[in-house]
Structure formats: C-alpha cells, structure tokens
C-alpha cells in the first residue's frame, strides 16, 4: 500500500505560480510512474502531467505544456509539479498518483485556486 501526500495548494493570483509536492510512503518509490491530474468543480478528472520511474520521460496535457513542469526526487520519495503562469482555468483540486502495471494509488489532493 502506498500513501499519497500532497501539498502546496493555496490561491494565486493570474500570471503567478505554485510549485505541489506529493510525498509517498509505503512503498518502493522509485518503482512507480508518478502522475498529477485535476479535477474543476462540476467537471471530470483530467490529465495534467506524468513521470516515468527514473525521471528521463516526462509527458503532458496540452493545455499545461509549456507552462508547468513534472518532476520528482527518488531519494525524497517526492513528486513536483511546478505551475507558472498560472490562469483561472487552472482552478481546480490537484491530485497525484503512483502507477506499477496494475497498482493505482492516489492522494487526498490539493486546492489550486488562480484568480482573476
């Protein structure tokens, strides 16, 4: 079992950024794609980024590239998401995942809030 932390949520402000973190424990971290995805209110989970388990293969949703990064610290049993110029359509509960063939574990999540 693995357990999923995540932080750094809060509101900001158009054009600002927010950098989430997701601690694990539980598990053998660096064994594990890692991944965010957001859910708006009213509106279906969605994609946001993916990591691979050594970190060199990273994807992401059209809507964030360019503009935030994934990235994680085996050692720290951590993943980052790094948000920059963030904008209102960004507003949504941030959630991140460990994934090994068919082990799929999520975190609480984390409020991003981006105002206008």
């Known amino acids: 079992q693995v357990l999923l932390v995540e932080s750094g949520g809060g509101l900001v402000q158009a054009g600002g950024s927010l950098r989430l973190s997701c601690a694990a424990s539980?598990?053998?971290?660096?064994?594990?794609?890692m991944g965010w995805f957001r859910q708006a209110s009213g509106k279906e989970r969605e994609f946001v980024a993916t990591?691979?388990?050594?970190?060199?293969?990273?994807d992401y949703a059209d809507s964030v590239k360019g503009r935030f990064t994934i990235s994680r610290d085996n050692a720290k049993s951590t993943v980052y998401l790094q948000m920059n110029s963030l904008n209102s359509e960004d507003t949504a509960v941030y959630y991140c995942?460990?994934?090994?063939?068919?082990?799929?574990?999520w975190g609480q999540g984390t409020q991003v809030t981006v105002s206008s």
């Open positions: 995942n460990a994934r090994r063939f068919a082990d799929i574990y």
């Open positions: 539980g598990g053998t971290f660096s064994s594990y794609s």
């Open positions: 990591i691979n388990w050594s970190g060199d293969t990273t």
